[in-house]
């Protein structure tokens, strides 16, 4: 049999370039070739737009092992910075608003403030007031399924020595990925996101401007704010304001309503003035079934008070382990303890070692990579998670958050509507 290798999509190509960049540059010290390194990288990603782009964004937020400048420069794809020419931005908006698409708007830059994987961001004014207007690139959609269907046969391949089922993990990322350029269900969750946190004053959710809102536009009342990379220079203070804010929404959002924004990259985010922060991007969002996030809560708390037999029973009925007579529950349980330290301990100082000491117990040391299941709905738990985990890092984080948790843990579940159903959940 003659195996023969596929061209690589744009996702292959972008994660082979960042494994390859990240084996490189530690090798040595960083300099000018590291920061001509990151140039490259970040350029390659931000105009593959798509899939890439957005393999790109978690590289930037997440510890992975890069320097400080090459992480610096990935940074930028949290913003972008290559949208679509002049004419294409016109053409796309004639499409989703029509030939007279200017007369909606008091004023309308063409020039984007800002380029995501997706879409890109117009600042405009529209009933006195200002607003932001998301286009979303033509075509997205269908560069998103080519970049899918590459993965799935390498997906089969990799299943074969794990209980990880493969195929299953890419059909979960392809319908939310699908989802994602559906802007008319994106608006409806920044409804409901907004309802369910109105009681939240360090937390802003924009306002839908539905006239101009269609399947391929989003528009949002305007939010003013900082980015990330700004936000991690602030004082001790508000960076504590700020990991506590986020902690709060994410786990409230998981614990609380069984429904998470799931892409926590530091473009989804705005800080100030103040303590503030808004959350501009509910594109991924993930619902769950409340059992689901029972077994959750339950596991938390058999951490929480080291029972082992609880903690077995609840990871079975995550579904973490098909197959438990072949488990080694003593390291999935200090793994697990692992990632939810912060949360359990009176206070906490976020550290890359923390972070890394977590990846590794995913390595080949683990005595239950072959054994252990990862149920597609999981892993936007887990992306939420190490996510939050990764942004506290980066703020230099050291606070208490056992409150936060004690608070969730007391609220009964309930899920979130939207439209006055319920958000779409996994089972």
Aim: aromatic fraction near 8%; proline fraction near 8%.
């Amino acid at each position: 049999m003659v195996l023969v290798a596929p061209r690589p999509s744009r996702f292959g190509v972008a994660w082979t370039a960042a494994r390859l960049a990240s084996r490189r540059v530690l090798r040595r010290k960083e300099g000018a070739r590291d920061r001509e390194l990151g140039e490259q990288l970040t350029g390659q990603l931000d105009q593959m737009k798509g899939l890439a782009m957005k393999l790109g964004q978690i590289v930037s937020y997440m510890d992975v092992p890069l320097p400080d400048s090459v992480q610096q420069q990935l940074a930028r794809l949290q913003t972008g910075e290559h949208g679509l020419s002049p004419s294409q931005t016109r053409a796309a908006l004639e499409d989703a608003l029509g030939p007279d698409f200017e007369q909606h708007f008091e004023a309308f830059d063409m020039q984007p403030i800002a380029a995501a994987s997706i879409g890109q961001v117009h600042r405009a004014r529209f009933g006195g007031q200002a607003i932001a207007l998301k286009l979303q690139y033509p075509g997205v959609a269908d560069s998103f399924r080519k970049d899918l269907g590459a993965m799935r046969p390498i997906a089969s391949l990799a299943s074969l020595a794990s209980a990880v089922d493969g195929p299953a993990i890419v059909q979960e990322l392809g319908a939310r990925l699908a989802e994602e350029c559906d802007y008319l269900r994106e608006a409806a969750f920044v409804r409901a996101f907004g309802r369910a946190f109105a009681d939240e004053p360090q937390m802003n959710i924009p306002q839908v401007i539905a006239p101009l809102t269609t399947a391929t536009t989003l528009a949002t009342t305007w939010a003013a704010g900082e980015g990330f990379e700004d936000a991690c220079q602030a004082p001790v203070e508000l960076r504590t304001a700020y990991a506590r804010t986020l902690v709060r929404f994410g786990y409230r959002s998981l614990l609380e309503s069984c429904t998470v924004q799931a892409d926590p990259h530091p473009g989804n985010f705005l800080f100030g003035p103040g303590p503030r922060v808004t959350f501009v991007d509910f594109g991924c969002v993930r619902g769950f079934d409340p059992e689901l996030i029972g077994s959750l809560r339950a596991m938390i708390e058999a951490i929480d008070h080291g029972d082992r037999p609880a903690f077995r029973d609840s990871v079975m009925a995550v579904g973490m382990t098909p197959k438990p007579e072949r488990i080694d529950f003593d390291h999935l349980f200090a793994m697990m303890e692992h990632l939810h330290r912060p949360l359990l301990q009176p206070r906490f100082r976020f550290s890359p070692d923390f972070v890394r000491q977590g990846l590794a117990y995913n390595g080949p040391t683990n005595p239950n990579v072959r054994h252990l299941s990862i149920p597609p709905p999981y892993i936007w738990i887990a992306r939420l998670q190490w996510g939050l985990w990764s942004l506290l890092t980066r703020l230099r984080a050291d606070l208490p958050l056992r409150d936060i948790l004690d608070e969730v843990m007391r609220t009964p579940i309930a899920s979130m509507p939207r439209h006055g159903q319920h958000a779409p959940r996994a089972h």
